[in-house]
């Protein structure tokens, strides 16, 4: 069954570096996600993605945060400058075309900021 | 803001007996809920959803039942099974952005 696939799973970064995270998404999947899980706390949105440019954003998602699609395969979540408050869970999901169609998840990555 | 809320943070149940995980939301304007299932160190696993036209949805052992009145609704598991033990999350589509939701989880655990 396809599936999402993120990569690392485990990323530790040094307070103010930049840091990438990396999804792929299933590959005729129309629409591209990103959520975070701080330890304890809910799942919550950061951002959406849909033909090349982001369809939505919360006020998590500040200048610091950016999203990319470089190629057909990859969705890349850059934050630009790490604050420890940026260590958590994030995950990647994407989904069909149809609304009423399910998000798939990865397993996410689990950064660390030190 | 709570807008989606799972008040039971737990709940144990015996090995083929039913687990009943309830959901509750705010807006009635959400039109597609989902459950999903995790387990630790994994991301959320889709397990069943319903659309607000109907108030029952079933897959195999998994059933979800919606009540637009009464904004509520539940994920039945019978039998329940050791391998049911995870925490469960209901989401919440909203029908402007397509972002989900998500309340905070309730953790089942199925004993033998």
């Known amino acids: 069954e396809p599936e999402v696939t993120q990569t690392p799973s485990h990323q530790v970064t040094q307070m103010g570096q930049e840091v990438i995270l990396r999804c792929v998404p299933i590959?005729?999947?129309?629409?591209f996600y990103w959520y975070r899980q701080i330890l304890g706390q809910k799942v919550e949105f950061l951002v959406s993605?849909?033909?090349?440019?982001?369809?939505?954003k919360s006020e998590i998602f500040d200048d610091q945060f950016s999203v990319e699609r470089p190629d057909g395969s990859n969705f890349t979540l850059k934050i630009r400058s790490t604050k420890l408050e940026d260590s958590a869970m994030y995950f990647c999901?994407?989904?069909?075309?149809?609304?009423?169609?399910?998000?798939?998840f990865g397993d996410g990555t689990r950064l660390s900021i030190l | 803001d709570q807008q989606v809320k799972q008040n039971s943070p737990s709940l144990s149940v015996q090995e083929g007996r039913i687990s009943i995980l309830n959901c509750d939301y705010t807006?009635?304007?959400?039109?597609?809920f989902l459950w999903y299932k995790k387990y630790p160190a994994e991301g959320p696993t889709f397990l069943i959803s319903?659309?607000?036209?109907?108030d029952k949805n079933e897959d195999g052992r998994f059933t979800v039942f919606l009540n637009k009145s009464a904004k509520h609704l539940s994920l039945h598991i019978v039998p329940s099974q050791p391998g049911d033990s995870a925490v469960y999350f209901c989401?919440?589509?909203?029908?402007?952005?397509?972002?989900?939701?998500f309340g905070t989880g309730t953790r089942l655990q199925v004993f033998p």
């Open positions: 999901a994407s989904k069909g075309w149809d609304r009423n169609q399910p998000q798939h």
């Open positions: 590959s005729n999947h129309l629409y």
């Open positions: 993605f849909y033909n090349n440019e982001i369809s939505e």
């Open positions: 807006n009635s304007m959400f039109d597609y």
């Open positions: 319903i659309s607000s036209i109907k």
């Open positions: 989401a919440a589509s909203d029908p402007n952005t397509d972002k989900l939701i």
